[in-house]
């Protein structure tokens, strides 16, 4: 399983590089990383103008990021027509490596589009009890606020719910900015299973 780690995640300077292993930068900079890196563009569930998703996949672009993380991205069929435009343009931008957080299951015309998908991004206590209806394996999970004696538990469930590439942490998404200087998590605050 393909290790990815979002912003509020960063792996620990320990970790050895591999190819499976992807780490989303929360803005354009030096990269705090010798690994694959995948540059967030939030999407504000399909609330964001074209031309502003366009700016951060260019400035994007200029930082030589591997590919784009869009997060926050709509699950319905109405999303599909610009999500699907800001795949095509990355890729002609030569960003052709795409991560689609919607977080939850999506309609499917978004298999279409050739990217990777999230289909879970949340707490450990909701995944404990989550259906998987509208996942395909090889999809994404994101879990978070695992307990650390339970991050095994939970990467052998990710397995078995079939998930492709994701990340089992006792971080969580609403750490603050100010502890990594300007990213959402620190690389010393979170243990992980991943790959």
Known sequence: MKTLFP??????????????????????????????????????????????????????????????????????????????????????????????????????LYRDLGVKICTFDGPWSAYQGWDGDGVRTGDGHLVHGVPPELLTAARRLMGRRGAGFGLATDAGPYVSGAASGGGAGSAGSCTTSGS
């Open 7 to 108: 912003p509020y995640a960063q792996p620990s300077p320990e970790l050895s590089v591999d190819p499976d292993t992807w780490i989303v930068q929360d803005r354009p900079g030096p990269p705090r990383t010798a690994h694959q890196r995948l540059g967030r563009v939030d999407l504000d569930w399909g609330g964001r103008s074209l031309a502003d998703v366009l700016g951060d996949v260019d400035a994007w672009r200029e930082d030589g990021v591997q590919g784009l993380f869009l997060d926050r991205a709509p699950a319905g069929s109405s999303g599909v027509g610009p999500v699907a435009l800001t795949v095509r343009l990355a890729a002609r931008r030569g960003l052709h490596r795409i991560v689609l957080n919607p977080g939850v299951p999506t309609h499917p």
